[in-house]
């Protein structure tokens, strides 16, 4: 890992439009996939991203499956975004609520999450880019 490369520098697929953007334009978002039964990770274009959050959004507020809420809540958690109410196991009832606001934060870009691993910043790294 080059520690100078910046996120932006990475290409980022978007399985909406199905075209390639810098990472710096692209939105990571839960939706849902039908083959796994549950929220997988999927990128988005800044163009693709509002209308498969709106999916995601209706579907996670409709649902009373317990399995698929659950699996809301591991796509925050693989992201580093931790929910206390899910990981101690309040009630599925409960933990969609929050969820359905983690998924506005998302949509107002109060909370937004990173791809990957191999280039997250450190928080010196992070601090500098803020001030930019
Ligand atoms: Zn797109």
Not at 13 to 22: A, L, N, T, V
Request: charged letters at 25%; one cysteine or more; glycine letters at 6%.
């Amino acid at each position: 890992m080059d520690p100078d490369e910046k996120p932006e520098d990475r290409q980022v697929f978007c399985s909406g439009c199905q075209q390639i953007f810098s990472e710096s334009l692209v939105h990571v978002i839960p939706y849902f996939n039908s083959s796994v039964n549950g929220y997988v990770t999927t990128y988005r274009c800044e163009q693709c991203w509002i209308p498969a959050l709106e999916e995601t959004r209706a579907r996670l507020a409709s649902t009373q499956d317990e399995a698929e809420i659950a699996s809301a809540g591991t796509f925050f958690q693989r992201h580093g975004v931790h929910i206390h109410e899910f990981m101690r196991g309040d009630p599925a009832s409960v933990v969609q609520k929050i969820l359905l606001r983690m998924i506005d934060l998302l949509r107002s870009e109060g909370i937004r999450i990173s791809i990957g691993r191999d280039h997250e910043l450190d928080e010196k790294s992070s601090a500098a880019l803020k001030k930019l």
